[in-house]
């Protein structure tokens, strides 16, 4: 499924008014009925309940004036709020405003906080809310009257229905725009906004609901940049397993990194390659965590190479792990590697040197990080794997910066370096060279342990392995990582999920994907 900007939507709904004959005002009745349709099925009807709907002078508003009027044909008790001033509405809106007067709906004007407190008591005398204050063009900061408003919603608790977006939100990054409404339930239009499938803003969102409002289909169906990765998307992208194949069909590959105390990272990499279908899997570790790395990975090809004094992975290993590296179908940089700079020095020189497909993860993302022009002229398939305060260190941007707009830093950092990138995060975000747009939907809070990272490093190159290019693999393994975790969550607790036991459940993860 396609995700759209502010500005795609808006355009959107001008070609659809403009070239099609569909006004404004029929768009805006059906979205409000849509909204009506959503909130019967999932809150067991409106007849006999007292629902408070918040509406703003834009066309949100005017979506809210129709789900009002719905409402009341439906049995129920609206109630309107109207935060904003009744000469700025559209024609549309007014239209509909009106209609809502003469349909017996009490309108309640908000004109400034004081009006809020006033109406505390009656605002919170409800059981639903609807929120129609903001929609997809909000570009600044809720302050003032609204801010205090939306502070009052979300403090009441009742279950909330937002129209179209959650107010505050922003609709093409998820930023949250000093603050937001907590919806239960948001019913968008059309396609989904890119700002509510990522987080931030995808915590206010609540269940979402996409309806149809009658946008003509071949304007929906037009190829976008940005995609939300559903398993109908996912599943296609899985590498194909010939019948008659052997296991140098889906290998070797290498994963290069470990130091002392850091032996897990890669030892769970290699695991999660060969649970992902990886043929063979070589560990290139530094000599004293040989013995460790091949203790209980009976199937893992452990070569060891030369290490500092202090056990990290020696410069004067390069020849050894080149000599490994032109035997393997793709290499893995970075698992537990460590952050000594002679080592960060020989991993960005791997990095330019090494002519295989390249899956560079932890801290050869951080090595990448001192000394960017290592991905300079770059030619050959690379994925990087940050999570966001790796992505911080690549792009020189605060956490805090970077989380307001991810997709905009990602889009940054590839148009400097002609690379790949997955952004870990709670919903993972992958970008491809031309600057596509794909957002995960599968993972939960539990995967947020220690080397869960590793593993998806894993995923993607044995996916690789299998002759995908780097962003498919990255597509369809950053959904099997998160349904192995989703399948998890079912059984055990999230507080409880390990690194480990995401590995297990890969093959299980893929098998569902299959069905």
């Known amino acids: 499924m396609y995700l759209v900007t502010s500005a795609e939507m808006k355009a959107i709904d001008a070609e659809t008014i403009e070239s099609y004959g569909i006004p404004a005002v029929v768009l805006m009745e059906n979205a409000g009925a849509n909204v009506v349709s959503a909130m019967g099925r999932e809150i067991g009807g409106a007849v006999f309940k007292t629902v408070n709907i918040f509406c703003g002078q834009g066309n949100n508003g005017g979506d809210g004036f129709v789900v009002a009027r719905h409402l009341k044909s439906e049995g129920a008790y ?9 000469e700025k509405l559209s024609p549309e809106a007014k239209i509909n405003h009106d209609a809502a007067e003469k349909y017996g709906i009490e309108i309640i004007k908000l004109a400034e906080l004081a009006d809020v407190e006033k109406n505390a008591h009656l605002i919170s005398s409800c059981d639903a809310v609807v929120d129609a204050l903001f929609g997809t063009g909000l570009d600044r900061d809720v302050d003032g009257l609204m801010a205090g408003l939306i502070v009052l919603i979300n403090s009441i608790g009742r279950y909330t229905v937002a129209v179209d977006i959650p107010s505050g939100v922003d609709a093409d990054t998820g930023d949250i725009r000093g603050v937001a409404v907590y919806a239960s339930l948001t019913v968008t239009f059309g396609l989904p906004k890119a700002g509510i ?13 996409v309806a149809d409002i009658n946008f003509p289909v071949e304007l ?10 559903t398993k109908e998307i996912a599943a296609p992208m899985l590498p194909y397993r010939h019948p008659n194949a052997n296991k140098g069909h889906f290998g070797p590959v290498l994963i290069i990194g470990g130091s002392k105390g850091m032996g897990g990272a890669v030892s769970l990499a290699a695991k999660a390659a060969l649970k992902a279908g990886a043929g063979i899997v070589t560990a290139c570790v530094p000599e004293s965590l040989h013995d460790s790395v091949k203790c209980g990975n009976d199937e893992v090809i452990v070569a060891a190479v030369k290490e500092t004094d202090d056990g990290f992975i020696s410069a004067q290993s390069y020849e050894r792990i080149i ?8 290499v893995v940089i970075g698992p537990g590697m460590g952050r000594k700079p002679e080592t960060a020095e020989l991993a960005r020189r791997l990095i330019r040197e090494i002519d295989k497909p390249l899956v560079i993860d932890a801290d050869g993302i951080n090595a ?21 305060g790796e992505m911080s260190g690549l792009c020189g941007v605060s956490i805090e910066m ?12 590839v148009d400097s370096f002609k690379v790949n990138v997955v952004l870990k995060d709670g919903r993972s975000i992958t970008i491809d060279t031309e600057k596509n747009i794909y957002v995960n939907t599968t993972g939960n809070s539990g995967m947020a342990t ?14 690789m392995a299998h002759g995908l290019i780097s962003v498919r693999a990255a597509i369809s393994a950053n959904y099997a990582h998160g349904l192995a975790g989703d399948l998890l969550l079912n059984e055990i607790s999230g507080e409880g999920i390990t690194a480990g036991d995401i590995v297990k459940y890969i093959p299980v993860a893929i098998k569902n994907m299959k069905q």
């Open 368 to 388: 990448v990080s001192e000394d960017k022009n290592c991905l300079k002229n770059i030619k050959k398939d690379v994925i990087i794997t940050p999570h966001i």
């Open 450 to 463: 220690p080397g869960s990272g590793d593993v998806l490093a894993g995923v993607i190159a044995a996916f």
């Open 402 to 413: 970077l989380i307001r707009d991810k997709i905009g830093a990602l889009k940054e950092f």
């Open 78 to 86: 609206p109630r309107i709020f109207f935060a904003g001033v009744p």
């Open 220 to 229: 929906l169906s037009r190829p976008r940049q940005q995609v939300l990765i």
């Open 197 to 209: 499938t990522i987080f931030p803003g995808l915590e206010y969102v609540g269940k979402l609901i």
């Open 323 to 330: 000599e490994l590296a032109n035997k393997a179908k793709i």
